[in-house]
C-alpha cells in the first residue's frame, strides 16, 4: 500500500496556522495584477504568494523550494541514508521558467545568460534538488497542464510499488508567468473580481502560484494513516482545448481511478473537485460525476482559497484537504451562492465535520488530459 507521509504548501493562503484558520472560516486574500495585453492595459486579481503583490523580477522558487522539503524530511525523520532510495518527481504547467533567472540576470548584466550544464526545463529543479539533498540519481518531469502534479503522484505510486525506491518527493510547482497570464486574459477565461466554482454567476477562474512538496512511501517502508488507494489517468480527444460537456470523459477516469482502487462511489466521504469556475469545465465535471454516483456526494473547491495553480494544483490541493482532514473537517466552497439549475448539484456552503474516510480529487487539464486519484486517512 502506498502512504501519504505528508507534505508543505506555499501559497496564497500564507504560512500553516493562517492556511488552517483561513480554510475553515473560508477566508481567502487576493492582490491586483495588472499586466499589458496587447494594446490593453488589464488589472485583475491574483492569489499570490508574496501577500503584497510585489513580484520580484528574477523570483527563484528553489530557496523555497528547499525551506518545504527541509520541513518534510525533518517531521518525518528521514535520514541522508533514506534520503538516496528517495526520487523527485516535478509536477508543472511551465517549461521555461527555469530561464527566468539566469537571462533576467543576463539582461541586468549585459553579458551572455550562464545555464549550468546548458540544463534548461523542469528538469534543472530536479537535478538542484536531488544534488542538494543526496537522493537517488532517477527523477521525472512532468507537463501536462493542470494534471501535471497529480500525474507526478501516481507515477511516484507505480515507482514506489516495483520497489525501485522507498520514497518518492512530488513536487508541485507554479508561479507567476506573464505569458500564461496574458494567455488566459486572451482566451477570456479569467474572472473580474472572484472565482465562484458551481455558482450560476460565475464567470471564469484566477490564477495563482503555489510550490508544494509531497512525500510519499510504501507500508512496510514507512507507515502513516494516510493512504493513496489508486487512480487514473487518460486523455479524451473530444477537443484540442478541453473536455467533453457532457461528462463522458470525465465519467471515464472517475470510474476506472474507483475501480484501480477497489472502492465504489457509495464509500466516497468527500470529492475535492476540480472546480474552476468556467461554464464548460464545471458542467462537465458535474456531468461526469452524476455518471459515477448515483446522488451528490458532498463536493467542495479549494480554488477560491488559492487561486488556479495549473500544473501544482494536484499536489498543492491534495496537501489542503490532507490538512483539513486532519484538523477534523470538509471545507466548504467559498463564493457559491446561486445554484446552476443546469448543474442541478451544489458545492458544500458549511464545512462539514468529518477526520477519517475516503476521498476522491479530481483534476482535469487543458488539452482533454484527466485524471483522478482516490486516498483515504484511517483512525487511529
Known sequence: MITLLGGELLSALGEKPQRRTWLQSGRYQTVDKTIQVFEESRTLPYYAIQNEGDFAALFDPLPHLIQLIESVFSQHYISAEQRKRCAVFVGSAANDVSLTVPLGQSIKDQAPPILEHQRVGNGRYADVLAKYFGLHSFSLTYNTACTSSSNAILDAASMLHSGIIDYALVLGLEMFAPQSFEGFVSMQLLAQHHT????????????????????????????????????????????????????SGIHRVLAQALQDSRVSASQISAVKAHGTASRLSDLAEINGMK????????????????????????VSELILLMECIDDGFIPLTPNFGSPDEQLNWTPLQQKRACSEGIFLLNCFGFGGNNNATVIEKIAR
Open 291 to 314: 455518471q459515477v454516483f448515483d446522488a451528490a456526494p458532498p463536493f467542495f473547491s479549494l480554488k477560491p482559497f488559492i487561486g488556479h495553480t495549473l500544473g501544482s494544483c494536484g
Open 196 to 247: 465562484k466554482p458551481f455558482d450560476d454567476q460565475r464567470d471564469g477562474l484566477l490564477l495563482g502560484e503555489a510550490l508544494s512538496a509531497l512525500l510519499m512511501s510504501r507500508d512496510g517502508v514507512a507507515d502513516s494513516p494516510w493512504r493513496l488507494l489508486g487512480g487514473a489517468s487518460e486523455c479524451e480527444t473530444y477537443s484540442v482545448t478541453g473536455v467533453n460537456a457532457d461528462g
